[in-house]
Structure formats: C-alpha cells, structure tokens
C-alpha cells in the first residue's frame, strides 16, 4: 500500500466533501486521515458540569446518513482513508460517566470507519504518574472497545503520548517499544483477535528523544499508522518533515526512520499529520505546501521500497 496521506484538518470544508477530495487530490495525496474528533469537543464537555450533548447522541443509522456524502466524495476522486482520529481524551479522571459518553462516541467512530471502509481508529491512551495506574487505565479503557473493534473489523491504535509535568517532558505513555508491545500483545489475546494496533507519531517520539529506529522495529508488525511531522525537538509543531533545520542534535533521524520501515516491511499508510502548517501558513500557500508534503511521502515510499 504506502499510500501518501494526510490528516484533514485545515483543508476539508464540511459543506464541500468534493470540492476538498478534489483540492486534495490535487495537491497529490492518495489517502486521508479524517478528523472525526473535530464532531465532539471534549474541552467543551469538561467545563460544563451538564448532561453531556453531541453529534454522536443521534442514532447510528442517522451518522452514517451524515458521512454518505463523505464516502461518495472520496470513492469519487479516488482518495481511500488511512485511519481516522477519535475524540480525545478519553479518560476522564473522576468522571467516570463522562469517560463512559466519549467510549460510547468512539464505538460510532469505529461505526463510521467501517462504513466509509477505515481500517483504523486512533485512540489515544490516558497518561498518569504511576505507571502501574496508567497501565490499569488504559486496560480498564481498551477492554470497553473490545466488542465494538471485533464487530467492525476496524483496528483501535493507541498512539506514543508525550507527558508534561510542571513544564517539563517526562516519561509519556507507550514510550518505549516493550511498553506498546505489552499493551497490543495483552488486548489483541483478551480479545481473541488482531483489532488492536499501533499509531507511532513521529514528533512525539521525537521530543521524548527516542531512537526512531529502535523503537519502530521493536514494534514491528504491530506497527498499524503513522502521524509522521516534525518539530525540533523540545516542543510539538507538527510542521513538514525537514523543515527544522537545527543543529545536528535537534534533526529529526529521517534515515533511522526509513530504515526501519523498510526492514520490518512496513506496508501501511505514510500519513501526514501537520494540521499547523495550515494553520499558520498564508491560505495562498496552502496548496504548494501541500504539495510539497505530498512529494515528500513519495520520496519516502520510494526509499522504503528501494531495495526490492
């Protein structure tokens, strides 16, 4: 596959589903990470001590009846989805009723994903300073999902998360390659089926100074996504890859990272997640960065395949 993707935030107009995969196509992307999260805010859920409200309190049927436009568009300019992006967070610390509403909104995520053919939904992992909290979290959380992922056949991926305590970069969720390897291997075995997976996200690994090689092929099969942008190094930007000409020290290892897709055989997406160059960039440069981004997976996937 290594289809060129990326996320739709920035230039996707609810209104316009095929004037977007069109723009899209233009700019030479294959594949979308679609933003379903942008349909419920979980900021605004957490400062109202209300019933919670969204989208996703309409009945299955009726969202799915929303997204046909979607699914048309894209099957009409040829644009497949790579993965989808859930609500987050998801666990809601002393507010178990509230974690209980996201889970529901994320199971009629995986509803989506199945009908518009998504194979995965990224759900990001809860982070703590205990770790062995974080762990019975995470577990507690994911089990909930099981049902939903066996019946959909779409693959739930936590993601690597880095933490911030008073300002500084600590130790995050799913850091190191055993840890991710322990939670997939755990809940792919309570589910009795391959439905969970692995997103790695390039910037984060980054900022934690992690050896993108290691850890990819640690990881290995497991390995589901990709959130591939870059930063430098300290905080996360989620700009284009090499545009953070920095000192050596502080350069995203582009290298480690192809190699390491290449020899675990990675066949999955290479999508892009780098919504701030939309956001910060002049509307008239959208499309030329775009592109150039796009030029950059197909440098990617020409380096991934080189030796075959």
Known sequence: MLKISVQSAGWYKKDDPDGSFAFIKKCGFEAVDFN?????????????????????????????????????AAERHGISFAQMHAPAPVWIPDRPELTDYILMSVEKCLEVCRFVGCPALVVHPDRQRNKDDEWEHNMSMYRKLIPAAVRTGVKVCLENLPTHFNGRLTDGVCNSGEEVCRYIDTLNAEAGAEVFGYCFDVGHANMMGNNLYDHITK???????????????????????????????????????????????????????????????????????????AEVGRYFRDQILAEE
């Open 219 to 293: 990881v290995g099969h497991r390995l589901t996504c990709l959130h591939i942008h870059d930063n430098n190094g300290t905080a996360d930007w989620h700009t284009a890859p090499y545009t953070c000409v920095a000192p050596a020290g502080l350069q995203t290892d582009w290298e480690g990272f192809i190699l390491a897709l290449r020899e675990i055989g990675y066949r999955g997406d290479l999508n892009f997640e780098t919504f701030r160059v939309m956001r910060h960039l002049p509307k008239p440069l959208h499309e030329k960065m775009l592109s150039y981004i």
């Open 36 to 72: 379903i999260d942008h349909y419920l805010s979980v900021k605004a859920l957490l400062k109202s001590e209300a019933e919670p409200i969204s989208f996703f309190d309409q009945p299955t049927e009726d969202i799915l009846t929303f997204f046909t436009p979607l699914k048309e």
